[in-house]
């Protein structure tokens, strides 16, 4: 990422990750690694929810926050699964880039992840063919990118095409290409990199909070006579409940866009403290 507030030299999601779950438990936060939570639902004690994980361990909360983002989308090609980790990746930092470096890579997408990708590729690879099935990359790209692009030497734009067959041994050698006319090229290659979006990592909040037609987590007004009170436009239909960044429907899906929400919930989450210590505070005793 290189448009992130602070960093001037550009940041790679994974280090930005990593210093902020350092700066996380510097503040106190409890790191649970590696789990998964599995339900969400409201506890047997009154204004608690509980959320089990997938070692059968069930967490108490007055609030919580759900910030599972989303989980890379497939091409759904044949071929896929064998060659994942093997010449076809779903990210692009500088492990999968050394295994390429000197050779022909295809990176297929039309938003800010896959011109990031592309930039980030054609500093490594011999060529880098940035393709989309779309007709024009502005549709879904930063300007600002779409340009860089444009104007880099060895990284060719080809919109109205899509990826149709793989092949190669142990790794993947060689991707096919079919354009807007029906023409098929095969191109022999180094690494595909797969940035064609994301699914909301939403399958263990079934049944539990308003969910929109793709999955992704309804807050504030879109959950309409559903909706929580006292209103927060990220809180979901239970109230103490919210959902920040990728995960929520109507998201921006920008990293700034994500931080930003999840800062401005706190203040939703102590309101709702506060109101649940005052409703259960003992009535003052007139002697």
């Known amino acids: 990422m290189e448009n992130f507030l602070g960093f001037p ?154 990826v149709v067959e793989l092949s190669g041994d142990e790794h993947l050698r060689t991707v096919k290409i079919r354009d807007g006319e029906g023409r098929v090229v095969a191109r022999s290659v180094g690494g595909l990199f797969i940035m064609i979006g994301a699914d909301p990592c939403t399958g263990w909040l079934k049944d539990a909070v308003l969910l929109d037609v793709h999955g992704f987590v309804r807050t504030g007004e879109d959950c309409g006579p559903d909706a929580s009170v006292p209103f927060n436009v990220f809180q979901t239909n239970l109230p103490g409940v919210f959902a920040v960044g990728d995960v929520r429907s109507g998201s921006v899906k920008r990293v700034a866009s994500a931080v930003g929400e999840g800062s401005v919930v706190v203040q939703a989450i102590h309101a709702r403290l506060a109101s649940l210590r005052q409703a259960e505070a003992p009535e003052p005793v007139t002697l």
């Open 9 to 162: 030299t550009g940041v790679s999601g994974a280090d930005l990750a990593f210093r902020a779950q350092l700066q996380a438990i510097k503040f106190g936060a409890r790191v649970a690694v590696p789990r998964r939570a599995e339900k969400l639902q409201p506890s047997t004690r009154p204004g608690y929810y509980e959320v089990t994980l997938d070692d059968g361990t069930n967490l108490l909360g007055r609030s919580v926050v759900i910030a599972t983002g989303a989980r890379y989308r497939k091409l759904g090609v044949p071929e896929e699964e064998r060659f994942q980790g093997a010449g076809l990746y779903y990210a692009a930092t500088e492990l999968e880039a050394r295994t390429c470096k000197g050779q022909e890579v295809v990176v297929v997408g039309g938003g800010n992840s896959a011109g990031q990708a592309a930039m980030f590729l054609a500093s490594r690879a011999s060529c880098v063919h940035l393709v989309h099935r779309g007709r024009d990359l502005s549709d879904g790209m930063s300007q600002y990118l779409v340009e860089r692009l444009r104007h880099a030497a060895n990284v060719s734009i080809e919109t109205r095409s899509q």
